[in-house]
């Protein structure tokens, strides 16, 4: 049971490239979110999606695509990448009930 | 709309001594509470959380928090620091149900350090 996972773990863009954050969960749960850390700014959610062919913005969308491929994978797209987009990106997952979130362990992006 | 703020991003505590990191929340609703620990280089982790029932919730690693509604408050305490509790903690609120179902607002995360 590897919970939420995560690929890359590491990646570097030029302004301007672009690429897809993919992510998995293995609980069967139905929702799903994206979510990026900037220090001293906490996680701000990007998308997220609360069941298989759903999808909503969260506060901090612009600039960003996602799709939820199947009730496991939910990926995000940056389709030009702006430095203003460099950070860490969580995504995360609940089932149904008390809407605690499990957390993948993260990518870091950089874009020069 | 939602928020919650976290009163210090910095803490700084000698082993053995009090944790305490203060968490203020708003919400129109009855909230669900959480506390989530984040270690270097790594993803959060669920410490505890509050949705119904008693106000005092314990946790892993020896964590409580209370959820006083009066305060609009969710403190996380620890009796006693180690160093393994060096981390940064972030408090996040939910609404138990309407349209932000399931979605997690979070404070802006408090770094605690222990000194030996």
């Known amino acids: 049971n590897a919970g939420v996972t995560q690929t890359p773990k590491f990646q570097v863009l030029k302004t301007g490239q672009s690429m897809t954050l993919q992510c998995a969960q293995d609980?069967?749960?139905?929702?799903m979110y994206w979510y990026r850390q900037d220090p001293g700014m906490g996680l701000r959610l990007i998308y997220y999606?609360?069941?298989?062919?759903?999808?909503d913005k969260g506060e901090v969308p612009n600039g960003y695509n996602v799709s939820r491929l199947n009730k496991r994978e939910f990926s995000l797209r940056l389709e030009s990448a702006a430095p203003s987009q460099t950070s860490v990106y969580f995504c995360?997952?609940?089932?149904?009930?008390?809407?605690?979130?499990?957390f993948g362990p993260g990518t870091r992006l950089t874009v020069t | 709309a939602q928020s919650v703020t976290q009163l210090g991003s910095h803490v700084s505590v000698s082993e053995g001594a009090l944790v305490l990191l203060r968490c203020n929340y708003s919400?129109?609703?009855?909230?669900?509470l959480f506390w989530y620990v984040q270690y270097p280089n790594q993803g959060l982790q669920l410490l505890l959380k509050y949705t119904t029932g008693a106000t005092l919730v314990k946790g892993i690693n020896g964590f409580e928090a209370e959820f006083k509604k009066s305060e609009t408050s969710f403190h996380l305490t620890k009796p006693s620091a180690h160093m393994s509790d060096a981390a940064e903690y972030f408090c996040a609120v939910s609404r138990s149900g309407g349209t932000s179902y399931g979605k997690l607002t979070f404070g802006q995360g408090t770094i605690l350090t222990v000194h030996p």
């Open positions: 919400s129109s609703v009855p909230p669900y």
């Open positions: 609980m069967n749960h139905n929702s």
């Open positions: 995360a997952s609940s089932g149904d009930g008390y809407y605690e979130q499990y």
């Open positions: 999606s609360a069941s298989e062919g759903t999808t």
